[in-house]
């Protein structure tokens, strides 16, 4: 599911503890309505089912990342999360929710939203990458990502929380765990020279390595440059691609895209108007994991 906006620019609201957002030099909302149209179109083209929906509005400037307020999971259930952000609060539609359950078996709506209020935030999988497969919920600590939050969730949908922190080279925390890692089938794209303290680094290695998954250890550089930020996608048929911008595809080596390549095959999507608000294509996907009807 995509949303285009129409009046995108970078968030203001968001630019004190996303270090990965630049400010724009020029009007880029028509820039980004176009990349949105060509990612739905590429999406589409490789056979990946795409929801597409429009943001006419101007109060909410990341509207194009939806999957930081909804989440869907196998078995017919919905989660809906608080925001950090107050101009982001007012992304959280209902009638995406409705076509949710106009086209899918929908057996649940679990509404998170109510906790703002009390300053709880858990801005859905961009605070959380979900291993679908093995039931982890990887989580980097953060005022977007409530410890507290993320066991609730966890016990509720059935993960094993592994919460823990990173920062960038200047020691800044990472704002969403969806920047720095990515777990696919048997892959998983990860920054783990940001994750604080060598236990802990160790830990969560181990971890991904018990899954069975190759790990792809990303640099600060390629964290920096959205390597992190893919997201795996199925086709009709069942294949797998593994959605990245062009930004983070350079910044991959030969022998890094090879491996990724052994597992599925890469689409790079040209983003860059949409990264300068700090995040990447895996941002701009809200994966649907429901049956259809």
Known sequence: MLIRPHHFRPNP??????????????????????????????????????????DETDEHPDSVFPNNWFSTHAGGRVAVYPMYAPNRRGERRADIIEMLKAEYRVQEVIDYSGLEPDDLFLEGTGAMVLDHVSRIAYAVRSRRCDPVLVERFCTVFGYEPVVFDAADPAGVPIYHTNVMMCIGTDIALIGLDAIVGDARRAHVAQRIHDTGRTVVALTAQQVASFAGNAIELRDHHGERILVLSETAHRSLTAEQVSTLSASCRLLPLDVAPIELAGGSVRCMIAGIHLDPR
Not at 20 to 47: I, N
């Open 13 to 54: 609201q968001t630019a004190a503890d996303n270090t990965f957002q630049r400010p724009a030099d020029h009007d880029v909302s028509r820039e980004a309505y176009d990349v949105c149209t060509r990612v739905a179109e590429r999406l589409s083209a490789e056979g990946v089912r795409v929801h597409l929906f429009e």
